[in-house]
Nanobody, 125 residues
Framework: QVQLVESGGGLVQAGGSLRLSCTAS????????MAWFRQAPGKEREFVAI????????NYAASVKGRFTISRDNAKNTVNLQMNSLKPEDTAVYYC??????????????????WGQGTQVTVSS
């Protein structure tokens, strides 16, 4: 069992930056592929970014590529999402997710085994 807790959300002006963090419980954090999703009001939860177990590989949604950076520190059981050049369209609840493996893909919520409670990010214009 893995428990994930997000932090770092808040209110920021367009063009600003915010850094989200997800802290995981357990001793096997490094065995999980980690990802960030987000969900805006009235919309489906969407994939944002993913990082491999060792941090070697990352992938991003086209909407955030070049602006967001996902990273992890396995020694600290954390995964982070650095968000720069924020836009009002980035406003959403951001969720941290973990999966043991992704033989069938990584962009769908059903691919993940564990989820955090979410943290609100609001970008004003």
């Amino acid at each position: 069992q893995v428990q994930l807790v997000e932090s770092g959300g808040g209110l920021v002006q367009a063009g600003g930056s915010l850094r989200l963090s997800c802290t995981a419980s357990g001793r096997t954090f490094s065995s999980y592929i980690m990802a960030w999703f987000r969900q805006a009001p009235g919309k489906e939860r969407e994939f944002v970014a993913i990082i491999s177990r060792g941090g070697t590989t990352t992938n991003y949604a086209a909407s955030v590529k070049g602006r967001f950076t996902i990273s992890r520190d396995n020694a600290k059981n954390t995964v982070n999402l650095q968000m720069n050049s924020l836009k009002p369209e980035d406003t959403a609840v951001y969720y941290c997710a973990a999966e043991r493996s992704d033989p069938y893909g990584y962009g769908r919520t059903s691919d993940y085994d564990y989820w955090g409670q979410g943290t609100q990010v609001t970008v004003s214009s």
